[in-house]
């Protein structure tokens, strides 16, 4: 279908590429309605996904090989500022030599340094979250990605992935399988986590 809309579209057009034509598919009426099912279909909300879904039918138009091997393109290159900080400074008072040995010297300006570098950390910190950046956790489960992928876009429940799991030899419980799932969600920002009800086995390839 989106072949047959691209098509229609380049004779109107008089091309057969480009980011005219690109914009046109993404607002099509008839690959807007396809696409739409399929996001209900799969309890997708998120619109960077619904664009990379619209990537991917746009390379598989010009790649039989993307196409056969179902491969969507996530390395696009998206370009804005570097967030930086303000500059770093520090004034303190001189050594006074004939009053305050070196030691003490040395005590009150290692005081100084951590003092101001802690204020310093917060405020570019505030400054980082104003500007829409996020903190990146330390670690991450990869079983927990794994997990949110079965219950958000496959429709499977806690219940049925702790179960599958256990088929596998791996013993783990329900609890455990929907936090993780919560987790993977915050961890990438998903704001639309479906609700249980909708659940529906699917398969994703």
Known sequence: MYCQV???AQDFYG??????LYKHLAKHPRVKSALGEWATSFNITADWLMNEAIGALWAWRWSSDERKGLKWRTNRTRYRSVVCADAFELRLKGWEMELMPWAAYLKLVQKEVKKTLADYRTRSVKKAESEGLVRTPRTYSAANLDWFVLYQFAGMSSVQI??????????????????????????MGWEGLRTRKRAANRKLG
């Open 6 to 8: 691209a098509d229609d």
């Open 15 to 20: 091309q057969s590429h480009g980011p005219s």
């Open 162 to 187: 702790a179960k599958g799991l256990r088929q596998r030899g791996i013993q783990v419980e329900e609890s455990a399988v929907s936090k993780g799932v919560k987790a993977a969600a915050t961890l």
